[in-house]
C-alpha cells in the first residue's frame, strides 16, 4: 500500500530564510510524486512533480523537491521564504500500480512566515 | 484554456436535502477525480471517472454519495439526505489520462450542512 507522512504540521519561518518542509512516502512501486499548495479558501496549485526522470526537481515560485529513493524522501524546500508563501502545503503519491492514478495526500504542513 | 470549473463555491443545506455538485474539467480532458476534504485534514480520494464510466469509486461511502459523468455536461456528485458529518469541501479534479499524469484542481465547493 502506498501512503504518505508529512512530518510536520506546522511550519514558521522568517522572511527571507529557507524553508524546509518535510515528506516520506511509502510504495511498492516507481511512485509520481506531487506538491501541491492551497492558499486559504482556495483549489489547489501544482508546485512540482517527480516521474521517475530528474530527481531534484524544480518547480514554481522558487521552490524545488529532491527525490531520494534510500531515503524514501522528498522535501519541498526553497532558499529564501516570501510572505506570499504562506500556506498549506501537502505532498501526494499517485497510486500508480493500480488503473486509477488517484491521488494519496499527507495531512498536509502549514507554512507560516513572519515578517 | 479555462481550468476546472466547479459550482457552486459555496453550498448550504439542511439535514435531509440533497446536495448536488458540479465539475466541468479543463478542455480536453476526459478523466476526473472526486476529492474530500474535511476541516483540518488532507484530501480523500472519494471516486474516478472517465466519460459514462465510473472507474473507482473504493472512496465513495456506501450510501447516500453517488458520482456521474454524463456524455454531454459536467460531473455531478450528489449526496443525498445529507447529514452533519457531510460539511466539508470537495474538489474535483481533471487529467487528460490516467497514471503518471497531473491532476489539475478546481476550486472546490464548500458544503456546509446545518
Known amino acids: 500500500a502506498q501512503s504518505v507522512t508529512q512530518l510536520d504540521s506546522h511550519v514558521s519561518v522568517s522572511e527571507g530564510t529557507p524553508v524546509l518542509l518535510r515528506c516520506n512516502y511509502s510504495s511498492s512501486y516507481s511512485p509520481s510524486l506531487f506538491w501541491y499548495v492551497q492558499h486559504p479558501n482556495k483549489g489547489l496549485q501544482l508546485l512540482l512533480k517527480y516521474t521517475s526522470a530528474a530527481t531534484l526537481v524544480k518547480g514554481i515560485n522558487g521552490f524545488e523537491a529532491e527525490f531520494k529513493k534510500s531515503e524514501t524522501s522528498f522535501h519541498l524546500t526553497k532558499p529564501s521564504a516570501h510572505m506570499s508563501d504562506a500556506a498549506e502545503y501537502f505532498c501526494?503519491?499517485?497510486?500508480?500500480?493500480?488503473?486509477?492514478?488517484?491521488?494519496?495526500f499527507g495531512q498536509g504542513t502549514t507554512l507560516q512566515v513572519k515578517p | 484554456n479555462a481550468g476546472v470549473m466547479q459550482n457552486p463555491r459555496h453550498l448550504v443545506r439542511r439535514r435531509g436535502q440533497e446536495a448536488r455538485l458540479r465539475c466541468s474539467p479543463m478542455k480536453g480532458h476526459s478523466h476526473v477525480y472526486w476529492y474530500r476534504q474535511l476541516p483540518e485534514e488532507g484530501l480523500k480520494f472519494m471516486v474516478y471517472l472517465q466519460k459514462e464510466n465510473i472507474i473507482d469509486e473504493s472512496g465513495m461511502p456506501k450510501e447516500r454519495f453517488s458520482a456521474e459523468f454524463p456524455k454531454e455536461g459536467p460531473s455531478i456528485l450528489r449526496i443525498q439526505q445529507v447529514v452533519r458529518g457531510d460539511s466539508a469541501a470537495y474538489f474535483c479534479?481533471?487529467?487528460?489520462?490516467?497514471?503518471?499524469?497531473?491532476?489539475?484542481f478546481g476550486p472546490g465547493t464548500r458544503l456546509l450542512v446545518l
Open positions: 479534479a481533471s487529467s487528460r489520462e490516467r497514471t503518471q499524469e497531473t491532476q489539475y
Open positions: 501526494v503519491v499517485s497510486h500508480g500500480s493500480s488503473n486509477t492514478g488517484k491521488l494519496i
